[in-house]
């Protein structure tokens, strides 16, 4: 099914994604310290307090928040809860919630259907948002629009402004519209555009976060973060129900805690960003290859001639590179990724391309 | 919503649930070994191979596995796939999927109905279950016995012996019904019955396996066990649509691998029993203490004078003891309770009661 | 799959229950005359606008009114927006809804669970209410009591004083929880009663309520009436949803004008009502039949000598025999039940059990 | 919400849809021929056997039917038992169950997702379809493609021939997709192609069938037919848990019976198509009209200068005419369409073009 070449040892060659990357030291470390001693179960216990603090700290104000096992409990999670099943949750095409969940928004809502706008950099554009967001309302013919879910970093890893996402709230909300965020690469959207996590969330009128840190440094903890709390009480019992209410939630808001404790997260996403950017920039630098856009966060596109492509899977790099045109290649970065294991990628690249 | 007073440090007073212990000192090590280097998403890692073969070597030949995040799911997406929506399960009035899991199975099989049995010890009555498995069969306006669930070790800390389980699946199977074992404390029940982890699942008629590891060493990695392959395929786009195909499997992997590694689930379990039964034999000794069954697990239930109880729960012990007939308490250990703990609690109860 | 002889030309032999009656001719013309000329779709039309009003005038207030095609529906879809999926549904153990909907009110809630309570004449006892209302709310691992619905009149024939529905709605309403009510013999109920339609529902507080008619005239119509309008919106597009949004909706809104036009509907109730009672009271007064209570609306219960149960059902009489103890047998009358057919009946049990 | 003028009493001046139409005589024959004595509830009656012959007869082989109370409950039903929660529906952007069914296909399947394609007059693409019906399969992170659903005739009124139905199910069954038709329509489809039944449904690789007929004369009587008789247990749970399996079923089926009688329902879509066709036939000789296609079915486009349009509105003639690009009406005729009122309507077009 998976016919990526194992890494060699010592140089990180997989550039497929970000999820091949192993945990922080520090989160390590977390998990360590969490591990003995008895506690409460089902979030009762000291290191969920802390979490929870810690989140609060982070986004400026108290926050409800519910750690989950993947970014795809978190977003089908959140989008149950703002939109009933006779709704419709306005996303991009490209969306992850509508090209990789297997269905995952459409079971958890009990039904309710993606409806899925264009744009470019997998951003939905605000024009189509409001069509879509005022088309056949109050019509029982038709499913209700309900929510809109964006994607910051986007599936592309371009970047929406904090003016673009005010302003696809400022349509949602008009409208009647909840907002959801898939932050999947939360964390790389904070650090490229410098902002805090407030003006990225809630002051620019998201309603529900999914908070996504697997990808960026913990184990497997990633998290609903609430700013609608009236929401809450309808997600803990949601949350129970998919079997995401762990009994030793320790484990899960040690990470969370400690991923949010100093700064880490943000140095992680930082690092993952400036390895895209070193690795755009050596591309650019070469003849053979055509970076297709800016780099915004932790993800790039690029053109290189097939045989190039070939040679390099062939000596063990491992990227995506069959998913669109000919040619067409996606890298992206993680916290774990070096220098060298960039600068071995690109001297590969430029002695193929010369 | 949660009033259980904290341990106090070094001793373990909690005898709630064997889910308030902390990790194996196995599986942490297991854990920090997996959080190195890149390796790939989705359990096409070397952990999860590993662990697969592991799982095929303790259940004597091939099975399927998928990790999960919580028992809860575990049961859950089992039991989809066992039933279809116009489908029941047959399951004990007292067991875990009727009662503790908010719908949970409901939610998984698409409203399929739980039709709960009486018997002894939460444990299914063959003839009860004979006379569900045969009501209403053909008949459109009912739904459809479809599965059993049993539990093993029950929900009290009670065990079916091999020839019960063989006992329960052949009525089912005569009667046209998959078997589904929720394993919480599948390790306590083997460990107690001395039998191979074979003999009491596929060998005595069970098709899906709920295999818990969490309440007795893990972290928070449990799975479900296929023995009826053809289910396979199903229950991997459930997971995914569940949410549950975490990019990090190795995570959850590398800690089954330890698990089930030099049979430290087996010592875990065995430590547990050993506990409970010393902790049973000590009480049977006092005088104002009243074993209510046999001790065949990790679980035990001793009605005690309100008045010791109130003192016990102001000394800091903490147990469920106002779910039952005035004074029943409930009594669990775990593979992290120690022969000190049993006996500073049961040094207590004396005092208290002579 | 069913056994019952047809019933000789003539004579109406069929017992088993008052779906097997045809239509009134009132109903009939009502189809008639519905069936020419064109009219608006979805509800639009001359008749469903006559309809409502003819409901708001029977039940003395204005409500909202969606015809249905069947009971089922009509309780499957009112429960749905009465309770959330992680709710449940406080029902009778022998209640339509929990035995012969196959699932129904799973389905259409998505999931939420029936809890059945015990009670004699298949009446919800108060006390057991109140016990289950208050059980583990708040609990998150407990599904959350939602919703209470009570058939009137029963299905076992017997009815709830309105002291008793008040009693009900009370403990329910305390405990935050709504009241449906299952009318599929709501009109024998009234008509038994004496009481206004009024009185049995809103005033008692009812919030939705399953209005049956097809058992007692019409030919496929039945609806939801709903007290609680701000429940409307959702009922409407989880009735489209539902498939239930008929476009020639005239067709059922004809009937059920008819239906409530100068009475019918309390003519052909009473009618069904004193038929069972003229059954009641010349069963009584055979030595070989032993008649198991009063008889309070169109459905009795007796029990007979098992060859008197054979002979009659071999002289081309049904009547449900096998479900219950030996010899229990039930009977029902309907709006088209004639005196003849049933002193026909009579005649032949005095002739065999003398 | 609905702003159509009623029609002038002696002139249909409806054309926004056949579903304003009344029932034909010989449906209300029937329904007053079923109205009386008794018969046996839940399709064990007379009138649903005769029907179930009659649909054996018109389709040259055995099938099973369910009767229906809508379309939408033929369709939404009948892809329930083509695809698992996690399969998808490859259908037209434009097909009712994607635009005008509030969901109901997600509803009743689970929340599968239907993956809508292009193509001109509501017709599937044949190319477009395979390239979807093989997009991902066997990739667990995306919905896997599991029937696809055609409507015949198209919402448009177009028509695919016999060899593209034949094309499009090959499509599909090389890759291992069910094929569902929504016949809505499909007695103008089967009187416009001069096929059979059969060579339209089941030779040419159609599993199930929407069959309408409540647009073509009936009242409230639709059916799915099951040409693939393994569906057929599934499919009667299912309908039963939907509440469409009606006590009275008599009533539908008597419909049904006399829908298929004599020719009744290809008469009825014959007219209607042959009013479609004088109506296109009497715009297309006129100047200021613009026919958009050529008529095939019952449904014609047709672009008008829009004072036309206000004035045909003001003057009581309703059809739809702001759903697409400006000037663009939608006109629907009927079986019981006049050849004076499409005359009518010709004239009065003539006179403000002219």
């Given at each position: 099914?998976?016919?990526i070449?194992?890494?060699?040892?010592?140089?990180?060659?997989?550039?497929t994604?970000?999820n091949?990357a192993?945990?922080?030291?520090?989160?390590?470390?977390a998990?360590?310290?969490?591990?003995?001693?008895?506690?409460?179960?089902?979030?009762?216990?000291?290191?969920?307090?802390?979490?929870?603090?810690?989140?609060?700290?982070v986004?400026?104000?108290?926050?409800d928040?519910l750690?989950?096992?993947?970014?795809?409990?978190?977003?089908?999670?959140?989008?149950?809860?703002?939109?009933?099943?006779?709704?419709?949750?306005?996303?991009?095409?490209?969306?992850?919630?509508?090209?990789?969940?297997?269905?995952a928004?459409?079971?958890?809502?009990?039904?309710?259907?993606?409806?899925?706008l264009?744009?470019?950099?997998?951003?939905?554009?605000?024009?189509?948002?409001?069509?879509?967001a005022?088309?056949?309302?109050?019509?029982?013919?038709s499913?209700?629009?309900?929510?809109?879910?964006?994607?910051?970093?986007?599936?592309?890893?371009?970047?929406?402004?904090l003016?673009?996402?005010?302003?696809?709230?400022?349509?949602a909300?008009?409208?009647?519209?909840?907002?959801h965020?898939?932050?999947?690469?939360?964390?790389?959207?904070?650090?490229?555009l410098?902002?805090?996590?407030?003006?990225?969330?809630?002051?620019?009128?998201?309603?529900?976060?999914?908070?996504?840190?697997?990808?960026n440094?913990?184990?497997?903890?990633?998290a609903?973060?609430?700013?609608?709390?009236?929401l809450?009480?309808?997600?803990?019992?949601?949350?129970k129900?998919?079997?995401?209410?762990?009994s030793k939630?320790?484990f899960?808001?040690?990470?969370?805690?400690?991923?949010?404790?100093?700064?880490?997260?943000?140095?992680n996403?930082?690092?993952?960003?400036?390895?895209a950017?070193?690795l755009?920039?050596?591309?650019?630098?070469?003849?053979?290859?055509?970076?297709l856009?800016?780099?915004?966060?932790?993800?790039?596109?690029?053109?290189?001639?097939q045989?190039?492509?070939?040679?390099l899977?062939?000596?063990?790099?491992?990227?995506?590179?069959?998913?669109?045109?000919?040619g067409?290649c996606?890298?992206?970065?993680?916290?774990?990724?070096?220098e060298?294991?960039v600068?071995?990628f690109?001297d590969?690249?430029?002695?193929?391309?010369?």
């Amino acid at each position: 099914m998976n016919s990526i070449t194992s890494a060699a040892p010592g140089t990180q060659r997989i550039f497929t994604s970000d999820n091949t990357a192993g945990a922080s030291p520090e989160i390590v470390q977390a998990v360590i310290a969490a591990a003995s001693g008895q506690d409460l179960p089902y979030g009762a216990d000291r290191h969920t307090a802390g979490a929870r603090a810690r989140f609060a700290e982070v986004f400026g104000r108290d926050v409800d928040v519910l750690p989950v096992s993947t970014g795809s409990v978190a977003n089908a999670l959140s989008l149950a809860a703002l939109t009933p099943p006779w709704g419709s949750v306005l996303c991009h095409r490209d969306s992850h919630i509508n090209t990789d969940e297997c269905g995952a928004p459409e079971f958890f809502t009990g039904g309710a259907k993606l409806v899925h706008l264009p744009g470019d950099d997998a951003k939905i554009d605000a024009e189509q948002l409001h069509a879509a967001a005022h088309r056949k309302v109050g019509d029982v013919h038709s499913v209700q629009p309900s929510a809109v879910s964006i994607t910051q970093a986007t599936e592309t890893g371009a970047l929406y402004s904090l003016d673009e996402i005010r302003g696809l709230s400022r349509v949602a909300k008009d409208a009647g519209l909840r907002v959801h965020m898939d932050g999947a690469r939360f964390a790389n959207a904070v650090a490229a555009l410098g902002c805090t996590p407030a003006e990225m969330t809630w002051q620019a009128g998201i309603d529900v976060l999914s908070f996504g840190a697997t990808k960026n440094g913990t184990m497997t903890a990633d998290a609903v973060v609430v700013f609608d709390r009236a929401l809450t009480q309808e997600l803990s019992f949601r949350a129970k129900r998919a079997g995401q209410l762990t009994s030793k939630m320790r484990f899960q808001s040690a990470q969370l805690d400690a991923y949010l404790t100093d700064g880490l997260w943000l140095r992680n996403a930082a690092h993952a960003n400036t390895m895209a950017a070193r690795l755009g920039h050596g591309l650019k630098a070469l003849h053979g290859a055509d970076l297709l856009h800016a780099v915004e966060a932790n993800i790039l596109f690029c053109r290189l001639p097939q045989p190039v492509v070939d040679q390099l899977l062939a000596e063990g790099f491992a990227f995506y590179h069959d998913r669109w045109e000919p040619g067409v290649c996606r890298f992206v970065t993680s916290f774990s990724t070096t220098e060298h294991d960039v600068d071995t990628f690109l001297d590969a690249v430029r002695r193929l391309t010369t």
